[in-house]
């Protein structure tokens, strides 16, 4: 039987660093947030408040997210290989020693729980858990897409984040912290399977 080019490129994509970065202290993590103003738009909890998402909907969750992959991202948007307006100017202002008790911080937090709200789209649900099984999704992110060391959680993450982040793996805006690019995951995905995932994933707690 052949194998799909992009099922193969899913099985190899995120092999997770061995590397584990210095250890940091959440205590100090959670005074540089207050100080540098995360919890406007990520929320006291590291879930993204009402006020947050009033300036951009694509705004994600921090808490629960693996400590390693946080600290990446954050050197990512000091370096500008990731953009957005609102992070990159923030980043430049931390210190190595600042991410990584920010990391230690957000990842010190409880994911966002609780039940979720009726399925608006069962339809997607359905869906994006065909699709995830099939890009083995599980094999990088975790058994219950809780997130390990490079590799960010995807349960409870906010369903418009998700899918932007989604596309912007598609189209080359952002870069992953696996062995291959996302964009080879993603490549086969077209927007309706795309909002289905994002929306499978939002929904998992």
Same mark, same amino acid.
């Given at each position: ?15 997770? /660093?061995?590397? /584990? ?17 995360? $919890? ?14 009033? /300036? ?27 953009? $957005? ?15 990584? $008790?920010?990391?230690?911080?957000? &990842? ?12 608006? &789209? ?16 599980? $094999? ?66």
């Amino acid at each position: 039987m052949q194998v799909s080019g992009w099922i193969i490129a899913a099985l190899i994509v995120c092999l997770p /660093i061995t590397a /584990i970065a210095a250890q940091g202290n959440p205590a100090e993590g959670k005074a540089k947030a207050e100080a540098a103003g995360c $919890n406007a738009c990520h929320g006291p909890d590291g879930v993204a408040n009402q006020d947050g998402l009033a /300036i951009d909907k694509n705004m994600p969750n921090l808490a629960g997210e693996p400590d390693l992959y946080l600290q990446f991202q954050l050197v990512y948007f000091r370096k500008g290989v990731r953009k $957005n307006d609102y992070m990159n100017p923030v980043a430049e202002s931390l210190s190595d020693v600042d991410i990584r $008790n920010l990391g230690a911080y957000f &990842a010190s937090l409880p994911a966002p729980g609780g039940s979720p709200p009726p399925d608006s &789209a069962p339809e997607d649900t359905s869906l994006g858990a065909k699709v995830a099984q099939a890009l083995h999704c599980a $094999n990088c992110h975790g058994d219950h897409f809780e997130g390990v060391e490079n590799m960010g959680r995807l349960a409870g993450q906010r369903e418009d984040y998700l899918y932007k982040a989604l596309r912007d793996f598609k189209g080359g805006a952002r870069v992953a912290t696996g062995a291959a690019s996302m964009a080879e995951v993603v490549y086969p995905l077209g927007d309706l399977e795309m909002k289905a995932l994002a929306h499978y994933m939002s929904r998992l707690h």
